[in-house]
Structure formats: structure tokens, C-alpha cells
């Protein structure tokens, strides 16, 4: 359930620091913000990566409490696309990739045929960090919060749901290939 609410949070960020701004400083969005990255640590794993990301967070809303400006809150979604992105691509470089390790919590005897499939689906996601992220970006700089809550809270998932949809399908077929059916 908690980890249920911090999702729900990660969803509703966009449109919280876009409309938030309505009724309250960037000085409270932003301690919103380090509350939810505090229950994030609380909840949720605390390994590295998740003290990197908070720490990338803290720094966003440190400098949004420091200067009462919204602006900093709107770079948290290319924060989070260049951590994936980081992720992702050093499994590259040091296999197994994230990918593999994915696939193989539901096939743990994955085929060696797989292998390069899931290498390049690792690539594919990384390309669409890098694409995701830019765009992030260039609706923090130079979108209205409308648009930039438009794009980060909802087209960006949407378009991470298309690609899931997509590899999901793709994947069916490659696993037939690989059967030999």
C-alpha cells in the first residue's frame, strides 16, 4: 500500500508542481517533494541507487527551497530519465543487463538465444530515456506549466506504455522463433 501512494505520487508530481503553484510557494512543493523522496527512502529499498536518486532530488528541492522557485521542481523528470538511463546503459557495459535480469525473475533458464534480445531491448529503453529525458527538458525550459504537466504526467507514460505494449508484442514473436514454432 505505501509503495501503492509513492507510485501514485511519482504520477501526480507533474501535475501537483504545475496547478500547486495556484495556491502555495515553490517552498512548500518543494518540501513536498523531500517528504516524498524521506517515505520513498522509509519505504522502499535503500540501496545506492535509491540514495543517488534522493539525493538528485534533495538537491532539485534544495535549490527550489533556497530561492522560492518552481522552475528547479520541473527538472525532477529528467532526473529520474537520466537515472534509468544510467542504469540502464552501465548494465550494458557490465552485464547481465536489466533487461535479462527482468526476464529472468519469470524465466530463470533463459536461453542463450534470448540473450541478444533482451541486449537490445536494454538499448531501445536507453534510446527512449534519452528522447524522454530531452524532451523532459526542453518542456521545463521553455513549455507552460500546462504543457510541461501535459507531457511529464501523462504522454510520457503514455508513450512508456506504447513502448511496453509494443516490445510485449514483439517479444511473442521472438519467443516463437526461439521455440522453433
Known amino acids: 500500500m505505501p509503495n501503492g501512494v509513492l507510485g501514485l505520487f511519482a504520477v501526480l508530481y507533474p501535475l501537483a508542481i504545475a496547478f500547486g503553484q495556484r495556491w502555495v510557494s515553490p517552498r512548500w512543493l518543494a518540501a513536498m517533494l ?61 552485464p547481465p543487463t536489466i533487461i535479462e535480469r527482468f526476464a529472468r525473475l519469470q524465466e530463470p533458464d533463459l536461453p542463450a538465444a534470448a540473450l541478444p534480445y533482451v541486449r537490445r531491448v536494454t538499448q ?42 509494443v516490445e510485449w508484442l514483439v517479444r511473442q514473436r521472438v519467443k516463437r522463433r526461439i521455440a522453433g514454432v
Open 124 to 165: 531501445v529503453w536507453c534510446g527512449f530515456f534519452i528522447i524522454n529525458g530531452s524532451i523532459s527538458l526542453a518542456t521545463a525550459i521553455w513549455a507552460s506549466d500546462a504543457t510541461w504537466a501535459l507531457y511529464n504526467g501523462f504522454l510520457s507514460y503514455l508513450a512508456m506504455g506504447v513502448l511496453f505494449a
Open 34 to 94: 523531500v517528504a516524498a523522496v524521506l517515505a520513498r527512502l522509509v519505504i522502499g529499498p535503500r540501496d545506492r541507487l535509491a540514495l543517488v536518486w534522493a539525493l538528485a532530488a534533495c538537491a532539485i528541492a534544495g535549490y527550489a527551497l533556497f530561492a522560492n522557485d518552481a522552475l528547479p521542481l520541473r527538472y525532477y523528470p529528467v532526473a529520474i530519465n537520466v537515472g534509468l538511463l544510467a542504469v540502464f546503459g552501465w548494465s550494458l557495459l557490465h
